[in-house]
């Protein structure tokens, strides 16, 4: 059966590399990415070469919150990955009321697009490690304990998915993803992997809240784009948690120190120790990964001397 699939937020960071391995796949007959543009970032339509063309991709301006445009947009659909969400980093209240209408009222305006396209008979959702909350030890079975404004948003959106979708027709496939790290054309670079990155290759300065000392986890993003992917086609995942490994920030301070020497550095709350949140089964820094995405950082400046921030 040939795949149809919407992609709420697909105009983003994730959802941009999720178009091209969807776009190759014989099996997707068409591609519909919903987004409203919030950020006014209009990257995702200029590829990195004259060959990147998605041809069976349609795009359709549309706030999520905006039921009726949804729905009509689905018309047609037979699998929806909702991948739109808005985020703020760090991770805190002050911006809660954005929290709340995207993350959490988006997936009730997705649930009533669902009921209205009964097509629709797949749901990948991408929520956010954030939803277990600060904490060391952590199995992916875990119950969640959210414990900011972005991460009670999120859980939010999930359990209005799963209240739906448990009382319908409709599978859905869960995955929340770790920190999420690597190139494409719409990178965000606010994000602790790109910032670092950016900051050393073009003589800033990286910046530190707390001693360094808190661990977070950590995916890449071509992982995270897999990971949909096979969920959009209905295939065995790996698991709720999508993670590639964890370290302290000074860990991953260390590393873009030993690729990049010259970098400084700031700690700027040095005296507050800032919680951790680590899983029993993820390894340790991947160095590897993580010089894969400096290079293709690095292999995208076209300015190789800028002075100092």
């Known amino acids: ?20 391995a ?56 037979n699998v929806m990955i909702h991948l739109a969400a808005f985020v703020d980093e760090p991770f805190t209240y002050s911006q809660h009321t954005q929290y709340d209408q995207v993350n959490a009222y988006g997936a009730l305006a997705v649930t009533r697009a669902l009921e209205e396209n009964p097509e629709i008979q797949r749901l990948v959702h991408l929520s956010s490690s954030a939803v277990y ?15 900011n ?9 999930e359990q209005y998915l799963e209240a739906f979708t448990a009382s319908s027709r409709i ?9 999420i790290f690597g190139y494409n054309r719409t990178s ?35 992982r995270v784009a897999e990971a949909l992917r096979q ?23 260390a590393w873009i120190r030993s690729r990049i020497p010259t970098v400084e550095y700031q700690y700027l709350t ?6 951790s949140q680590s899983f029993t089964h993820l390894p340790g820094i991947d160095e590897h990964s993580l010089d894969a995405a400096l290079d293709a950082i690095r292999g995208q400046l076209t300015i190789s001397d800028v002075a100092g921030n």
């Open 231 to 253: 969920a959009a086609l209905g295939q065995p995942s790996e698991g709720l948690l999508i993670a590639d490994f964890q370290c302290e920030l000074n860990a991953m301070l």
């Open 270 to 275: 040095p005296a507050i120790e800032h919680p």
């Open 1 to 20: 059966m040939k795949q149809n699939i919407i992609i709420t937020g697909g105009a983003g960071y994730v959802g941009a590399s999720l178009c091209e």
């Open 171 to 179: 599978s859905l496939a869960l995955l929340r993803a770790a920190h």
């Open 22 to 77: 969807l776009n190759a796949l014989p099996e997707v007959e068409s591609i519909v990415v919903y987004d409203e543009l919030i950020r006014n970032d209009r990257r995702f339509f200029f590829g990195p070469s004259e060959s990147t063309v998605l041809d069976k991709v349609r795009f359709v301006r549309g706030d999520i919150l905006d039921t009726r445009r949804l729905s009509q947009a689905c018309q047609g659909m």
């Open 133 to 147: 909350g600060f904490r060391e030890g952590i199995d992916p079975a875990d119950a969640p304990n959210p414990q």
């Open 188 to 222: 965000r670079f606010e994000t602790l992997v790109h910032r670092m990155a950016f900051e050393a290759l073009t003589g800033g300065c990286i910046s530190l809240y707390g001693s360094g000392n808190q661990v977070r986890p950590f995916v890449a993003l071509d």
């Open 149 to 157: 404004g972005y991460a009670l948003s999120k859980r939010r959106g």
